[in-house]
């Protein structure tokens, strides 16, 4: 099927920065979207960020939280997709995850795929 494969974590300063990077690879007809999500112990998971197709757009979209600090784009490869991170605060703090909405060979429906995360942490 699927997989997705993150990559870029580790432990920063806060203010430092990190970038993330996403590589989706398997039975893929194309991809609609892609996003960051991230989750702390305790909470929910959240949405980060979001960034359509050239087909769709390629509009991207942002979380309150993170506006203006982090910046999404894909890479040239189509299946690729990173989250720069800078001015980074303790509470980005997190696992993050790489989402893709992906429609598969042969099929005509779209479906999302989550990947197994890469822990930030971001120290005071």
């Known amino acids: 099927q699927v997989q997705l494969v993150e990559s870029g974590g580790g432990l920063v300063q806060a203010g430092g920065s990190l970038r993330l990077s996403c590589a989706a690879s398997g039975s893929i007809f194309r991809i609609n979207a892609m996003g960051w999500y991230r989750q702390s112990p305790g909470k929910q998971r959240e949405w980060v960020a979001t960034i359509t197709s050239v087909s769709s757009g390629g509009t991207t979209n942002y979380a309150d939280s993170v506006k203006g600090r982090f910046t999404i784009s894909r890479g040239n490869a189509k299946n690729t997709v990173y989250l720069q991170m800078n001015s980074l605060k303790p509470e980005d703090t997190a696992v993050y995850y790489c989402?893709?909405?992906?429609?598969?060979?042969?099929?005509?429906?779209?479906?999302?795929?989550w990947g197994r995360g890469t822990q930030v942490t971001v120290s005071s």
């Open positions: 989402n893709a909405e992906v429609v598969l060979s042969h099929r005509v429906d779209s479906r999302p795929y």
